[in-house]
């Protein structure tokens, strides 16, 4: 599928829109530390259905706000750390992950919902740093440290299942 219509991905949006809250309503602090596994099964589900999408990271640098240096920095401890890929790596460059997000066509989507710009959320004070793959995602969610531990990491298969379920209606939705 790749590339969708305007029309499609607006029903698709909308779609997301009303689904997805389901897993906050349910999973109430997924946001608090389980973003990035709720990232990593909407990116699976999408790649699926052949969706094009990205992940995106959403944070600061510690102390600069040079926004070339911070993008700088995020691709370096990516590129000399692939294949073991975790927060800490990150944080010893005093890069800080406040959320990971799904980017459909030019909207953010976590499990609030779905968002047109990043001033529309609770992280509108940050920036997207950089995007991260599908891969490197699933490597950083496989290790629990360095994520807010006020999520339940118990509750990772009932999230899992639970996008499954919402996203397998997708085609439906877009006439597939």
């Not at 699976?44 to 259905?49: A, D, G, P, R, V």
């Not at 995602?137 to 919402?166: A, L, Q």
Request: hydrophobic share 40%; glycine share 8%.
């Amino acid at each position: 599928m790749g590339f969708l219509t305007y029309q499609a991905e607006c029903k698709l949006l909308e779609f997301l829109n009303e689904e997805l809250p389901k897993v906050q309503e349910k999973y109430r602090t997924i946001n608090a530390g389980g973003c990035g596994v709720f990232a990593q099964f909407l990116s699976e589900e999408l790649t699926k259905l052949g969706i094009d999408h990205q992940i995106v990271w959403i944070g600061r640098h510690w102390y600069t706000k040079d926004k070339r240096k911070i993008k700088s920095l995020f691709r370096r401890v990516i590129k000399t750390n692939e294949g073991n890929l975790s927060l800490k790596y990150f944080h010893e460059e005093e890069l800080s992950l406040a959320h990971l997000m799904v980017e459909v066509g030019n909207h953010l989507v976590d499990a609030t919902g779905v968002y047109a710009d990043l001033e529309d959320t609770c992280w509108e004070h940050l920036n997207i740093i950089g995007t991260l793959t599908l891969k490197q995602v699933t490597e950083m969610v496989s290790t629990p440290s360095g994520w807010n531990d006020e999520f339940d990491r118990e509750h990772i298969k009932g999230v899992g299942s639970m996008v499954k379920k919402i996203t397998k209606k997708i085609p439906k939705v877009l006439e597939i």
